[in-house]
């Protein structure tokens, strides 16, 4: 079947009383037939659920559609996508260890790789997006893990996944580790170019209507079963109610990516035509700086814009205000258009030449395109810009 079709066909076990539409198992914990079976599954002889904390029969299921989509062979849920970042990092590396990172990340995977990650001995050093040749000059002997977004957040900077997997025949024991929460697996698939592990916040696209918090990270068998000891024993995981929510919604996501795609790329074009706009990326524009590599590895590209308004921080705080139906939220990936100013609030924790360094400046808005007609899409936008003046 086409992965549309396994999405939808994807599905927990049917139990005797033959639902049609998958149930919520909502409990702490599972019974065993017999005191052998109990004691087999906790020696891992035989599979089977234990806790939910483990696992549940709705966040397997939700686990098994992100491998699926991905090409994976193994996968773990998380509470949140920081939380499935954080697991991917320290549920991989010990103290001594070593990150190579591109410098264009989220806010929050800066703190961790900056401030956090170094409390206990791993250390991190950033490469430039836009230079990525320097990468191996940063590799050292205790370097055990690549990490970067692509595109990136929210300056849509690609990084090319062939040529950086090209790196593991030279680095074959370095994980190459990404966040494709952008992309979504339906867009981008890097574990087809040799990537190690894949993460991504599945509050995002894979949620879709800005309900539930989630994050999943699906790579490597024998990664995840690493990782696997440290969420069983941390405890970040995804609730069975939630895995439920998003199991379902990514029946929908190809058809929802396509409308966010189409309406992201009519925006973008009518923003570059617009003068009162310094500069807009998108990945699909062929005014892309990296827009034959945004063709070659993303099927479209994606629900994002990122543009600066002229006249700097004033003009975006009265872009903002004058919107009437693009909602204002540090959120992306909702079915409602959602605006954002980077600078003041998801990188706001970033000084400004680090700002800058990732192209974020204090005319920079990220626009999350929803799933609403174009034409009232374009209407907001092109009221909000005329407001401003």
Not at 1 to 14: G, H, N, P, V, Y
Not at 15 to 23: F, G, K, Q, T
Not at 329 to 345: E, K
Not at 355 to 381: F, K, M, N
């Amino acid at each position: 079947m086409k992965e549309e079709s396994r999405l939808i066909r994807t599905q927990a076990d049917r139990s005797s009383h033959r639902e049609h539409s998958v149930p919520l198992y909502l409990t702490s914990s599972f019974i065993f037939d017999d005191a052998e079976q109990g004691r087999a599954i906790f020696a891992e002889e035989i599979s089977g659920n234990v806790y939910s904390r483990y696992s549940n029969p709705n966040t397997t299921e939700f686990i098994s559609k992100i491998c699926e989509l991905e090409g994976a062979e193994a996968g773990l849920a998380f509470s949140s996508g920081m939380a499935a970042v954080f697991a991917s990092f320290a549920g991989l590396l010990k103290s001594g260890d070593h990150i190579v990172a591109f410098r264009s990340v989220f806010g929050s995977t800066h703190q961790l790789l900056t401030t956090l990650l170094p409390r206990w001995g791993i250390t991190s050093s950033y490469v430039d997006i836009d230079r990525p040749e320097e990468i191996e000059s940063l590799i050292q002997e205790n370097t055990k893990m690549i990490f970067f977004e692509t595109p990136s957040n929210p300056g849509l900077e690609l990084v090319d996944l062939e040529w950086i997997c090209s790196l593991k025949k030279k680095y074959p024991n370095i994980i190459i580790n990404v966040d494709n929460c952008f992309s979504t697996p339906y867009l981008q698939k890097p574990i087809s170019y040799g990537v190690d592990i894949v993460s991504h916040s599945a509050t995002k696209y894979m949620d879709g209507q800005g309900r539930v918090l989630g994050g999943v990270v699906v790579g490597r068998a024998d990664l995840m079963k690493e990782m696997m000891f440290f969420i069983r024993h941390t405890g970040p995981a995804m609730s069975a109610f939630n895995a439920w929510i998003l199991s379902k919604s990514l029946e929908t996501l190809p058809v929802r990516m396509d409308r966010h795609c189409q309406n992201a790329l009519q925006i973008a074009e009518f923003l570059e035509s617009n003068l009162e706009i310094e500069e807009v990326r998108y990945p699909h524009l062929p005014s892309h700086p990296q827009y034959q590599l945004a063709k070659k590895q993303m099927k479209q590209g994606g629900g994002i814009v990122t543009f600066v308004v002229k006249g700097g921080l004033e003009r975006a705080k009265r872009f903002l205000d004058a919107l009437q139906m693009i909602l204002i939220s540090s959120n992306l990936g909702d079915s409602r258009s959602i605006a954002t100013h980077p600078a003041s609030t998801t990188h706001s924790k970033l000084t400004e030449a680090e700002r800058q360094r990732i192209g974020i400046y204090p005319g920079t808005i990220r626009l999350s395109v929803g799933l609403e007609h174009i034409d009232d899409l374009l209407a907001d936008v092109k009221n909000a810009i005329e407001k401003s003046k």
